[in-house]
């Protein structure tokens, strides 16, 4: 049966197979054939697309994706789920159901059973929101061979991920995402279009994967623990914050050396230095600390 995707029949599903929805899941499901169409637009899939959907519900993305992609493996993790999408889906033979957790699936070993045969791979998914910063982190240090992904997420989030230095949303998040991947809005959704409605405003962006990351950078692991030191305390200059959150061990002085020699103020706040400057900086500090 063709779904049309309001909320009626959506309660109808629901209550014909006795579900009631888990807030403990981000269980917030889709109901607006309109933002389907424009989520599965945005992610550029073709007839040799292959798609991981994360957290299909009951279905209502997964069917937008399957019409244009080659290929859909959808991962859930609510099994209550797992009939209703088995018997919405019989007929579709371009579609897997999965049951289990996103945050723990071997993604690289799911690709390689179920991606061989594709030309591109995309992560498309309307995601709850309790797992939105783990999962992104985990998709994108996973380095998957990805070619974009376009998730539906809390506004708020998504306009950290975003945001430029020097604004109130630019954070280690932001830093992040964008040093593997180019992020951009795509819309902003309401929460009427969703059952239940959620208590948050949401937004689609889409991150498209970069080959290389933004910036060349000494040592991926000390980068990122710079960037965090650096956002640790908003209000204090980025001296004060490195020497108390990563070089508590070097005197003031020294801090303020290494952060000159990287060309920048020892006097500006962590939040306003852009990718380049915390790759600057990492490299000073990795070859003082290696000499
Ligand atoms: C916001 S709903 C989206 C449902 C559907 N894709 C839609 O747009 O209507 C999030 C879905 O993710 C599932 N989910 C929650 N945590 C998950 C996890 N860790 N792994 C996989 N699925 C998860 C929930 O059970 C729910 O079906």
């Known amino acids: ?78 099994h209550r789920l797992i009939p209703v999408l088995n018997d919405l889906f019989k007929e579709t033979d371009n579609i ?85 991947a180019e992020p951009s809005g795509v819309a902003r959704v309401p929460s009427h279009v969703f059952v239940p409605r959620p208590k948050v405003d949401s937004s689609v962006v889409k991150l498209h994967i970069r080959e290389k990351p933004n910036v060349q950078v000494i040592n991926e692991d000390l980068f990122f623990r710079v960037v965090r030191a650096a956002f640790g305390q908003r209000r204090k200059t980025l001296l004060n914050t490195l020497h108390t959150r990563l070089l508590s061990n070097v005197s003031k002085t020294e801090v303020e050396n290494l952060i000159t020699s990287a060309g920048i103020d020892p006097k500006r706040r962590g939040e306003t230095l852009d990718l380049k400057e915390f790759a600057a900086l990492t490299e000073v500090i990795y070859t003082s600390a290696n000499q």
């Open 1 to 78: 049966m063709k779904q049309k995707w309001i909320p009626a029949q959506t309660r109808e599903i629901l209550n014909k197979y006795g579900i009631t929805l888990k807030k403990s899941l981000g269980q917030n499901f889709l109901t607006d054939l309109h933002v389907l169409d424009k989520i599965v637009r945005a992610a550029n899939l073709t007839e040799t697309s292959g798609v991981i959907e994360i957290g299909p519900g009951i279905g209502a993305l997964t069917e937008q994706l399957a019409k244009v992609a080659k290929k859909v493996v959808a991962i859930e993790i609510d």
């Open 96 to 180: 897997e159901v999965i049951h289990g957790d996103a945050l723990k699936v071997d993604l690289h070993q799911l690709i390689q059973e179920h991606f061989q045969d594709v030309q591109s791979l995309h992560v498309v998914a309307n995601l709850p929101y309790y797992v939105t910063s783990p999962l992104i982190t985990r998709l994108l240090e996973g380095r998957l061979p990805l070619k974009n992904m376009v998730l539906m997420i809390q506004k708020e989030v998504a306009d950290r991920l975003i945001a430029h230095p020097g604004t109130k949303d630019y954070g280690s998040l932001s830093v992040f995402v964008q040093y593997f």
